[in-house]
Structure formats: C-alpha cells, structure tokens
C-alpha cells in the first residue's frame, strides 16, 4: 500500500507516467486517481479522458503507477507489502 512521507496521505494517489490530457484549472496533474483502501488495495481507479486499458493496468500493478500523493503533491511515497519499490 502506498503512503506518502510527507503527509501521510494513504487515500488518493495519481501517476506521473499518466500525464492529465483534461485542461483542469484546479485538477489534478495525474490522468489517472488512485482511490485506495487503507488497508492497502485499490478502491476506485478514476480516468481523467485516459485510455481504459491504462487503468486496467494500473488497476492490476499500482505500484508500477502511482507515484505522487494528490493530497500535497509529493512523488515522495512508500510502498509497504510484497514489492516495497
Ligand atoms: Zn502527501
């Protein structure tokens, strides 16, 4: 599960392998929202006009896309669990 370092946000992750193709004064830099569980698994993944199969993706590996923390901005995070990336 990831949790940022900064603010402890373990909620709502975005990508930066996954740029935001939606021009959003105020949205998020990611194109894809990670919406976690916090006992660590993947909740809701939310596109933001990405390909489906993309969030099928990281669906399937978040650890593999989410790296930044939607709460402060941060691509500080930790990943707990079986990979520990
Ligand atoms: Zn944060």
């Not at 370092?5 to 959003?24: A, I, T």
Request: hydrophobic share 30%; charged share 20%.
């Amino acid at each position: 599960m990831p949790q940022c370092k900064k603010c402890g946000n373990r909620r709502l992750f975005g990508s930066s392998k996954v740029p935001s193709v939606v021009p959003y004064t105020n949205g998020p830099v990611s194109g894809i929202i990670g919406h976690f569980h916090t006992a660590g698994e993947v909740e809701t993944i939310t596109s933001m006009g990405v390909d489906k199969e993309i969030t099928t993706l990281a669906f399937r590996r978040p650890e593999d896309y989410f790296d930044l923390c939607l709460e402060c901005g941060s691509p500080d995070l930790e990943w707990s669990g079986s990979r520990g990336i």
